[in-house]
């Protein structure tokens, strides 16, 4: 069982940035491809961007790619993403996730366990 739990999330003006972070519990952090999600209001949850076991392998949405830095501290059992260039598009409710295997990291439902989700709101 891992149990996620997300902060960082806030308002902030465009062109800002944002650090969340996401703190897992459980001894086998270290052998989940971790994933960020989001859910824009109205909308399905889509996924953000992902990060294998090792860290050394990341992948982004076409959406943030760029502007958006995923990392992992495995020491900590902490899984990072790093904001930048926020616009109001990517005002949402923010989401870790895990999951065991790195093929198809976009798949929301290949994923095992969830964060409560912590807000981003980007005012224009």
């Known amino acids: 069982q ?3 739990v997300e902060s960082g999330g806030g308002l902030v003006q465009a ?3 944002l650090r969340l972070s996401c703190a897992a519990s459980g001894r086998t952090f270290s052998s989940n491809t971790m994933g960020w999600f989001r859910q824009p209001p109205g909308k399905e949850r889509e996924f953000v961007a992902g990060i294998s076991r090792s860290g050394g392998n ?3 949405a076409n959406s943030v790619k760029g ?3 995923i990392s992992r ?3 900590k059992n902490t ?3 790093l904001m930048n260039s926020l616009n109001a598009e990517d005002t ?3 989401y870790c996730a895990a999951r ?3 093929n198809n990291v976009v798949v929301t439902s290949d994923y095992d366990y969830w964060g409560q989700g912590t807000q981003v709101t980007v005012s224009s």
């Open 92 to 94: 949402a409710v923010y």
């Open 2 to 4: 891992v149990q996620l």
């Open 58 to 60: 990341t992948y982004y």
């Open 15 to 17: 062109g800002g940035s």
């Open 67 to 69: 502007r958006f830095t």
């Open 73 to 75: 501290d495995n020491a």
């Open 100 to 102: 065991s295997g790195w």
């Open 79 to 81: 899984v990072y993403l």
